[in-house]
């Protein structure tokens, strides 16, 4: 027996479109977020997934309630599950951060876990975090399949910390907005990764 998380970066926003960065800043869905959550939510609906877990910022939220009304299941929302803090730089968009903070920029870019952002969470406590949330989870679900809905940041430090990787790996994983991924966490704790930023839902829409 293993315990299934189907876990999902939340769908786009205004701000994703326009290149800023987010964080903790509770910002919407787009018209294409709603899309798109909808689009993962017609993927998932013959799945089967005993509970749903969305971090409290509203563009989780709002995607992981696209599936569970395939399920009519109830969305635990858990603060534990945010993205990671980026202090000075949230609302700010990505041009913006390369000309003010051109060197620190990289090193987040580069060597992440080596870079220190005024007023910003570190990788390694947003990693520690969101790890001790998804451990309490999986030993409560144990031999469930769990949906998480959570954000890039936040979703690539977790995968890593599962599969016993280091965060320095962090610049050579992507998530993109509805990106699915799926790990099975064996009985004896041993994690396998059976799929990663997967969006193939979104080619249905030309369909």
Known sequence: MS??????RHGETLWNRQKKIQG?????????GMKQAYLLSQRLKNEIIDVIFSSDLDRAYKTATF??????????????????SFGVWEGL??????????????TWKTKPTEATIEGAETLKAVQDRILNATNKIVEQYKNKS???????????????????????FYPKIR???TA?????????GNC?????NDTCHLRSDSN
């Open 180 to 188: 699915l991924n799926i790990i099975d966490v064996k009985d004896d």
């Open 3 to 8: 315990t299934r998380l189907f876990i999902v």
């Open 24 to 32: 903790v800043s509770d910002t919407e869905l787009s018209d294409e």
């Open 192 to 196: 396998v990764l059976v799929l990663l």
């Open 93 to 106: 968009t990505v041009d913006e951060i390369e000309k003010s903070y051109k060197e620190l920029y990289h």
């Open 175 to 177: 998530q993109d907005n």
């Open 146 to 168: 769990i949906l998480i809905v959570s954000h890039g940041t936040t979703i690539k430090a977790l995968i890593l910390g599962m599969l016993n990787l280091d965060l320095s």
């Open 67 to 84: 599936i569970a009304k395939n399920f009519n299941l109830d969305v635990i929302k858990l603060p534990e599950l945010r993205e990671i």
